[in-house]
Structure formats: structure tokens, C-alpha cells
């Protein structure tokens, strides 16, 4: 049991410092409950049985009929259609955005869903003047809450029917929390509509252009190339290799045309006029050493980057456009250099935004977060390819969307089909979610590499990893004594402020680790510690299942709260604000709801 609670203290301290992703955690900690099986009673099958996992399984399927919905292009109907229609009333058009992005959330993959919402929330902005900060992190809330309408809202709600099938013998069924799902939600969304949306701060003005958004006035500037300079005769890759300075050519105009990337093999000639992307030092060191002199009009507008093109293909059109880095990609950790990122794809990066913080020094050696947003200027064409490209959220909508709209009936009647076969338990979920995915792609609403691309293989390798951990807790006894503590320490507390209290313990750690593992170790606990005060254990595993889905005290804590942070250009303290009290009404909802719907005794 002892070193049970080892291994569980070093997984903890791995999630939340992180030194490897944390999918990888977890598959080191199957490794090490296998291979000191006499201590931990989890052997080699049950230590890899997370792999077979019914959850496990189930999830995946999951990420595919979601990307089949997704390929549809019909939320983006619906959200233009509510662009729309309610787009110059603040609060319809926070509404509405709550609305799409809970009700959707309850059917989809929240993360994807969050991924549609960023471009269409700054659609909205710029029609209305709304500062996007102030819908983006009730659009993340919304996606989490909304979760809970369903079983199949979010991973953990799997895991968690899974856990709960084993140890009490009773799983969830499809619409086995929806009531209490659709009060909470309503909740969030009339917190959000009323306090939450006092709280939130405006981090972005809609009145400021991208370069002054992301301060670039001093970052970006123009000289002209003189006839002894040591750069004339060099193409812009060998000029920026010499050079090893922290300078980027972003645009190179000769007599009246312009040229952008790629740019890495075009000739620097004298009289050419470079703009660049660089710090008043090494602008200095420049001019000094390298035969170049400021151009008399140095100032550079978002205009001047966003050029047409002066050859005859219009995809050389450049615009200025920001990605968030997808958290879920395997590029975090990476860098723009290691990327070779320019080269890579086309694209000039001039800023990044990390929360409220910009970047511009040495960005090329920063480490990529997930939530950066890159402020990048490209052709349409590479644009477009940003859109496709599931590393990247691109946080405005394409102009030209390629969707499969014909499909949208035969998604829907596909996603609907599967549901109704769990909900009126004609088949497990597990069968009919893999059904669903052989209609999915016989119908051509996934292609059959898009079904692989769509699945987030880090969840997966994550819930494989931590299912025998929650294993090995039961079997040596971990669960039981932790509760027993837990037990003694409150004392002769009511049942509801019990429950309550795992709530809200549950919340708090999920701040520190996925919410995955948070499930995992605290259901087996509040099973124990409900069966010794005598109280309905399912209702204590519900707690812990609403609480895992309600990280909103940190833009860590959450995917969606990640996705946001950096479009919404929000501080680290913004989600506390705002989260904290919107968490504490939760906790006495939620625990209040169960008792209502579930009762307290067993």
C-alpha cells in the first residue's frame, strides 16, 4: 500500500510539473505497477488492460463521430447563423454563443468545439466592437459544463461510468446526469450572462490594429540596402544565417513589387527595401555593420503587410492572421527554429502572445505552449492550410471553408443513431460507437486518414495508463485507508457536506492534473469513504464526475481554458476571477442536485 501511495505521489508531482507530457507519465506508471507487481497486485494483463478498456475504446470512437460532425461545417452554420441574427446585442450574442457552445458540447468532443467557436467570437467582435476577451472564457466554461448533458460529453465521463461499472456494478447510462447536467449549465450560463461577465476583463481593444495589439510599432521597420552592403548578392537564407541575429526579413520590395514568403532563396539586391522584424539594438548593429540605412517613411502599418499581390496569382495575397497552438499538438515543446518554421510553412512569425504577455525577442529559441498565439503573415493559400491543419486554431473563419455540407443529414442521423442505441440500451455504447464509426467513414462524412488524424492519442495512451492505477489502489487497500482518514477528519459532518467536500477537493485537483487522473484517484476514495458513513455511493461518484469537468480556476487546468488564453489575451488571475465564484456555486448545485436526484442514502 506504501508504495502504492509512492507511485501516486510521483505521478502527481509529474503532472504538474510536467518534464514529460503527461501521456507518457501515465505509461510509466503502468510500467512500474507491472513490474513491482508483488507489491501493487496489478500483473502484466491487468497493467496493459487499459488498452482494452471498454472507456478506453469508447473514447476513441468518440474523437471520430466528432470529427465527422466537424468535417459537416454545421456548427459554423449554425454560428454564422447566429452571428447574424443577434450579432448587435452584447448579451444575445454572449448568449447565444453560450448556448452553441454548451448544447454542442454535450454531443462532441468540447475541444474541437472551443476550436470552431474562436474564429466565429471574433467574427462577432469585429462586427460589433466587442472585445473578444469577453466571450472567450464563458465560451470555454460553457463547452465544459455543457459536458455534463451527456455520457459521451467528455472522456472522463466515460472513464468515470467505466470506474464506476467496476467497483459498484453500475455505470452510467446515456442520459444518466442530464437534468442535473442542463441545472448546472443554466447555472454557468446565467453566472456568465449576469456576475461573470462584470468580472471579465477586456484585454483586447477592438479599435487596435494586429501590430498594435501585439506591439509590433517598435518591432517593425524598413531600410534600404545600399550598394556596399555585405547583404547585396545574398539570398535572404544566407543573409539571416550570417547574420545570427535576432532579425527576420518579412518583406522585400523592389521598385514598387513585393515580394513575401517564401523568400528564403531571393537575392537581396542594392536599392531593395527590406522590412524587418527586430529590436532597436539590432536594428543599430545593422545599420552600423551591414550597409543599410533606414528608409525615410520606416513606420509600418497592417495595411502595408497585407498586400495584394502584384503577380498574377491572387493566392500570393499576404494577410496578417493569428493561430493559437493546439494544445493536444505534439509541436508544444518545440521551437520556431527546431520547426524550421518558415521554411515549413510558408509563414513569417512576428509576434507571440502568451496569455496577456507578447513575445518578440529570440522567438525563434522560445519553447511553444500550448495556447501561444502566433501573429504570422502568409499567402491565402498557406492560410488555408493553417485552417486544415489540427496543430493550429486559426482564430478567424476562412473565406472559403471546405465542408462537407451535403453529409450534414446522414452525420447527424449517424451520431443520433448511436446514441439512441445506448440511451434504449439496445446495444452497450462501446458497440454502437464503433458502429458508428464504419458509417462514418462508408458514408464519406470521415475519410479514412482523417479517422486516424482526429483521434487525440495522448487522451488515449493517458486513460490506458491511469486504469490500472485506479486498480491498484483498490486491490492493496490505498482507497480504503485514505478514506478511512478522510472519514475520521470530518468528523460528524452531514453526508451533504461530505459529498461537497469531495466536490470541491476533486475541482481543486484538477487544477493540478488532468481531469482524467483526477477521476481515476478519487472515485475509488469516495466510494470508501461513502460505503463507512453509510451514504449512496453512486452519488459520491457523481460528485467526482461533475467536479473533474469544472476546471475554471486557471487557464491550465483545462484544455479549453488553454485554447483561449492566449486569443483572449487574458492574465494568469483572469480565470481565478472570474472562476472561483462561478466554482463555489457549482459546489452547492451540484451537491444539492444530487441529493434531489439521487438521495444520500444507499
Not at 517613411?297 to 500570393?316: I, K
Request: aromatic share 6%.
Amino acid at each position: 500500500m506504501l508504495l502504492v501511495f509512492a507511485i501516486i505521489g510521483l505521478a502527481l508531482v509529474l503532472f504538474v510539473t510536467e518534464p514529460v507530457p503527461i501521456d507518457i507519465t501515465a505509461i510509466g506508471i503502468m510500467f512500474l505497477l507491472i513490474v513491482l507487481e508483488p507489491w501493487t497486485q496489478i500483473d502484466a494483463s491487468t497493467g496493459v488492460g487499459g488498452f482494452s478498456s471498454s472507456a478506453t475504446i469508447t473514447v476513441l470512437a468518440m474523437f471520430i463521430l466528432s470529427e465527422g460532425i466537424r468535417r459537416t461545417g454545421l456548427i459554423n452554420i449554425i454560428g454564422a447563423e447566429l452571428v447574424d441574427r443577434f450579432g448587435d446585442d452584447p448579451l444575445k450574442q454572449l448568449l447565444a454563443v453560450l448556448g452553441l457552445s454548451g448544447g454542442t458540447a454535450g454531443f462532441i468532443n468540447n475541444t474541437p468545439v472551443v476550436a470552431i467557436m474562436i474564429p466565429m467570437v471574433n467574427t462577432i467582435s469585429e462586427k460589433t466592437g466587442i472585445s473578444p476577451s469577453k466571450l472567450l472564457i464563458p465560451v470555454s466554461y460553457a463547452a465544459m459544463l455543457g459536458g455534463m448533458l451527456t455520457l459521451i460529453g467528455t472522456s472522463t465521463n466515460i472513464l468515470a461510468s467505466d470506474v464506476s461499472g467496476r467497483l459498484i456494478d453500475r455505470p452510467f447510462s446515456m442520459f444518466e446526469f442530464t437534468q442535473l447536467g442542463a441545472i448546472v449549465l443554466l447555472t454557468g450560463v446565467i453566472y456568465m450572462a449576469t456576475v461573470g461577465r462584470l468580472l471579465i476583463p477586456e484585454r483586447i481593444k477592438m479599435d487596435d490594429e494586429l501590430i498594435e495589439g501585439f506591439q509590433m510599432a517598435e518591432y517593425l521597420t524598413e531600410v534600404v540596402v545600399r550598394e556596399d552592403s555585405p547583404l547585396a548578392g545574398k539570398t535572404v537564407n544566407q543573409a539571416l544565417t550570417e547574420l545570427d541575429l535576432d532579425v527576420d526579413i518579412v518583406q522585400l520590395v523592389r521598385d514598387e513589387q513585393v515580394f513575401t514568403e517564401p523568400l528564403a532563396r531571393k537575392e537581396i539586391r542594392p536599392d531593395d527595401i527590406l522590412v524587418l522584424r527586430t529590436d532597436r539594438e539590432t536594428l543599430l548593429d545593422l545599420v552600423d555593420t551591414e550597409g543599410v540605412d533606414l528608409a525615410p517613411d520606416a513606420e509600418v502599418t497592417d495595411e502595408q503587410l497585407e498586400v495584394e499581390a502584384t503577380r498574377a496569382d491572387p493566392e500570393e495575397d499576404q494577410s496578417l492572421v493569428e493561430i493559437v497552438v493546439s494544445p493536444e499538438t505534439p509541436l508544444v515543446g518545440e521551437t520556431l527554429e527546431t520547426l524550421n518554421f518558415r521554411q515549413r510553412y510558408d509563414a513569417t512569425v512576428l509576434a507571440i502572445r502568451r496569455g496577456g504577455r507578447v513575445i518578440h525577442a529570440r522567438m525563434d529559441e522560445r519553447q511553444l505552449r500550448g495556447g501561444d498565439t502566433l501573429l504570422i503573415q502568409a499567402t491565402d493559400e498557406t492560410v488555408q492550410r493553417f485552417g486544415n491543419d489540427r496543430n493550429f486554431v486559426l482564430a478567424r473563419e476562412l473565406t472559403r471553408p471546405e465542408f462537407r455540407e451535403s453529409r450534414i443529414p446522414v452525420a447527424l442521423g449517424i451520431v443520433g443513431t448511436v446514441v439512441a442505441l445506448a440511451a434504449l440500451e439496445v446495444m452497450p455504447i462501446l458497440v454502437s460507437a464503433l458502429g458508428g464509426i464504419v458509417a462514418m467513414v462508408a458514408t464519406g462524412c470521415v475519410k479514412p486518414n482523417e479517422a486516424y488524424s482526429s483521434v487525440d492519442w495522448s487522451v488515449i495512451f493517458l486513460l490506458a495508463g491511469l486504469i490500472p492505477l485506479g486498480v491498484a489502489m483498490e486491490r492493496t487497500g490505498a482507497a480504503e485507508w485514505l478514506a478511512s482518514v478522510i472519514v475520521v477528519y470530518s468528523g460528524s459532518l452531514e453526508p451533504i457536506i461530505v459529498l461537497g467536500l469531495f466536490y470541491l477537493a476533486t475541482a481543486l485537483i484538477t487544477e493540478l492534473i488532468s481531469n482524467n487522473a483526477s477521476v481515476v484517484l478519487m472515485i475509488p476514495v469516495a466510494i470508501e469513504a461513502a460505503t463507512q458513513i453509510g451514504a449512496n455511493a453512486f452519488a459520491f461518484v457523481l460528485a467526482v464526475t461533475f467536479a473533474a469537468s469544472t476546471s475554471m480556476l486557471s487557464p491550465i487546468g483545462y484544455q479549453t481554458n488553454l485554447m483561449v488564453y492566449g486569443p483572449g489575451g487574458y492574465k494568469f488571475t483572469d480565470f481565478f476571477r472570474v472562476g472561483a465564484p462561478l466554482q463555489l456555486i457549482l459546489t452547492v448545485v451540484t451537491a444539492v442536485g444530487i441529493a434531489y436526484f439521487w438521495g444520500l442514502q444507499p
